[in-house]
């Protein structure tokens, strides 16, 4: 027997592999519900099967998801409609966002029944630092693409958190030691299950253990964040004093710059008047 859920829309985290980590709160929401939007309905009887029912499924995944939502949204009205993904918490890299952006402006309750997320999984598994990190979920496949895109997170003092298939993981690999020089990292693998693998050592060493030996399974990647910027020197300076003395008044100017840099408000100070003088 299940219980009657309140009509709006329920985000449903589901086992990465175990089947055991589905909990008994996401079972219920998912026995109970009018309908459950999937990615893949296939993938979904299985975790159906091991409920022992039959689940009332209809697909939501990149291809039909605009086609599909308004429908949806319009069902919250009167119905319980569950969101899942094929495994994990749905909307890590996957269209549910929009789903949840547009229950939310047609006035529709918004649940979501936390659980298992391959990301934070690996995080915990990485032995790298926790306190700040960053997720980029699948870089992109054309080398040119996927050097912007780790260009563009170089500088950020976080660890890494990415997706990646087995036949692009060495690839990946190289990629990112190459554009972020040769940090310590792990590979996750087949987390939750009985192959399970958490592989840690430089980028460098990574990328060559997995050249010319993809694994199979679903992958995640953990960096660790750069190591700590050089200490500014008096050129470094002289260049943010020459910038900001374009805008502010010598005092500020130095004051900025002392905040950014790190250097000695008095000594940029008497820096900032000297080169004013100039």
Known sequence: MTNILAPGLYIVATPIGNLGDLSPRASQILLSADIVAVEDSRVTAGLFRHLGAKGRMTPYHDHNADAVRPGLIAR???????LVSDAGTPLISDPGFKLVRDARAAGHTVTTIPGPCAAVAALTLAGLPTDRFFFLGFLPSKLHARAEAIAEVAAI??????????????????????GLGDREAAVAREITKKFEECVTGTLTELAARYADAPPRGEIVIIVAPPGEAAPATAEDGDTALAEALTRLPPAKAAGEVAKKLGLDRKALYARAMAMKAE
């Open 157 to 178: 003092r976080a660890t890494l958190i990415l997706y990646e298939s087995g036949p692009r993981l060495g690839a990946a690999l190289a990629a990112l030691a190459e």
């Open 76 to 82: 919250m009205a009167s119905e319980a409609v569950a």
